[in-house]
């Protein structure tokens, strides 16, 4: 089964940009599938945050598109997220994910925190 | 399409019977024919999984007393008998109209043992 994990810096300040890099292990990641980016903030519910396919297309929520990059790296089997422009409002936990494959998986979950 | 979720809080005696709701928007059923519809569970401490996909097919190793049901607009989500292993949140999510213009999750749902 694919394991996944998400790793970065778990503290960022305002206005500066968060980055998260999600390690695919058992499987890979050049295979047809959609990985994902999810959030959750504390005390709210899963926001899908966009996704990339091996090919280098991506889809984005709208309400982050001008804030979000998904860049993946075949090389090392991995994809990552970048948001610029961070305030308190992205305080949340950071998931990577395969959302609609058989079978479907996430990682662990990623706590990050933005503040000064 | 905006997916609304109730309840939002789901108390649940041990051994009883749950049910979540889960309405879209707009159709969900795709231009093949099938329906994407996707409810997971949270749990305190674990990662996240998928349960059902496509309304009512169990994700491999989800037991057999969670079921998926609906179509067109109306969905729902049934634990037959609780157990405690089952606390968590509840949300459901549509893969049809992809990618998404608004939030693809439903609000979610908190379930706890009474």
């Known amino acids: 089964q694919v394991q996944m994990q998400e790793s970065g810096p778990g503290l960022v300040k305002p206005s500066g940009t968060l980055s998260l890099t999600c390690t695919v292990s058992?499987?890979?990641?050049?295979?047809?599938?959609?990985w994902s980016w999810v959030r959750q903030p504390p005390g709210k519910g899963l926001e899908w945050i966009g996704e990339i396919h091996h090919t280098g297309n991506t889809n984005y929520n709208a309400s982050l598109r001008s804030r979000v990059t998904i860049s993946i790296n075949k090389s090392k089997n991995q994809f990552s997220l970048r948001l610029t422009s961070v305030t308190a409002a992205d305080t949340a936990v950071y998931y990577c994910?395969?959302?609609?494959?058989?079978?479907?998986?996430w990682g662990q979950g990623f706590p990050v925190t933005v503040s000064s | 399409v905006v997916m609304t979720q109730s309840p939002l809080s789901l108390p649940v005696t041990l051994g009883q019977p749950a049910s979540i709701s889960c309405k879209s928007s707009q159709s969900l059923v795709s231009s093949d024919g099938n329906t994407y519809l996707n409810w997971f569970q949270l749990r305190p401490g674990q990662s996240p999984r998928r349960l059902i996909y496509q309304v009512s097919k169990r994700d491999s190793g989800v037991p057999d007393r969670f079921s998926g049901s609906g179509s067109g607009t109306d969905f729902t989500l049934k634990i037959s008998t609780v157990e405690a292993d089952d606390v968590g949140s509840y949300y459901c999510m549509q893969g049809t109209h992809w990618p998404p213009e608004e939030d693809t999750f439903g609000q979610g749902t908190k379930l706890e043992i009474k």
């Open positions: 994910a395969n959302l609609v494959g058989l079978p479907s998986d």
């Open positions: 058992g499987g890979s990641i050049s295979s047809e599938i959609w």
